[in-house]
């Protein structure tokens, strides 16, 4: 089992800054493929980013390369998600979830997932 609470969301306005974490528990957190994903309102939840067990890897999806950034403190047992240039289409409820290994990026892969928080974007 593995508990995560996301933090962070809030309102912001177009072109500013916020960064999302994710606090885990349970299962050893330095092992797992963490993973954020959004779902805006009357949409299908997406894949955003990801980061392998030691940092190493990383991968976005085309919407938000270049603006967002995953990190990850596996001491403090934490993921982040630093979110610059925010557009309003970037509006939706953020989620993070883990999974066992590997750069995965489809929903199906992951197996525990957090509450959401939620982003809202003003333009």
């Known amino acids: 089992q593995v508990q995560l609470v996301e933090s962070g969301g809030g309102l912001v306005q177009a072109g500013g800054s916020l960064r999302l ?3 885990a528990s349970g299962r050893t957190f330095s ?3 963490m993973g954020w994903f959004r779902q ?3 949409k299908e939840r997406e894949f955003v980013a990801v980061i392998t067990w030691n940092g190493r890897n990383t991968d976005y999806a085309d919407s938000v390369k270049g603006r967002f950034t995953i990190a990850r403190d596996n001491v403090k047992n934490m993921v982040y998600l630093q979110m610059n240039s ?3 289409e970037d509006t939706a409820v953020y989620y993070c979830a883990t999974t066992g290994s590997g750069l995965l990026t489809k929903l199906a892969s992951y197996d525990y997932w957090g509450q959401g928080t939620q982003v809202t974007v003003s333009s």
Do not use: D
């Open 21 to 23: 974490s994710c606090a």
């Open 31 to 33: 092992s797992l493929t």
């Open 40 to 42: 805006a309102p009357g």
């Open 86 to 88: 925010l557009k309003p």
